[in-house]
């Protein structure tokens, strides 16, 4: 066993003694979009409001125009979020709920589940002054981001 160790050992060595270097340029987008292989991905963003104590998903037309459009994303990421300040067991269990409040009107719309990653926290993420009615308001959301990944004509996934 210990012959095997030593062995493989000066085996790496030997070959680290015989190694070339070569020039590496660093990807680009341009390189990328030049060799053709994928384009930039891009992402959207939707976030909708909840009522207090809510786990009702309504989103606006706007926003519901751009989830119908969700089943062509590569990746979506939904975040539940809440106004408590001090998270207790109850808030991260709504914050949660809205969560997959959201999962589930996208799936329900063709949108596949294994492309959806669910994400939830209570009172660490405000975007509004929480101490009115209207950031609370604003605070007790979920955000939903799609990102969209296009591959080019020239890119082919078989191997050759």
């Known amino acids: 066993m210990k012959r095997l160790v030593i062995l493989a050992s000066f085996m790496t060595f030997a070959n680290v003694a015989k190694a070339q270097t070569f020039h590496v340029e660093p990807i680009t987008s341009n390189t990328v979009s030049d060799v053709g292989i994928i384009e930039m991905p891009r992402s959207n963003t939707v976030t909708v409001l909840f009522d207090n104590r809510s786990i009702i998903f309504r989103p606006n037309f706007s926003d519901s125009s751009i989830l ?69 308001c604003q605070n007790q959301r979920v955000k939903i981001e799609l990102v969209y990944v296009t591959p080019t004509s020239g890119y082919s996934s078989a191997p050759q």
Do not use: M
Not at 82 to 101: G, K
Not at 122 to 133: E, H, L, M, V
């Open 68 to 136: 119908d459009d969700a089943k062509h994303a590569a990746l979506i990421t939904v975040r539940g979020r809440t106004s408590t300040p001090i998270p207790s067991a109850n808030d991260e269990q709504l914050a949660l709920s809205r969560a997959v409040s959201a999962r589930k009107y996208l799936v329900e719309r063709g949108v596949s589940p294994l492309k959806i990653h669910v994400n939830y926290a209570s009172g660490s993420d405000f975007i509004a002054d929480n101490s009115t009615p209207e950031g609370k």
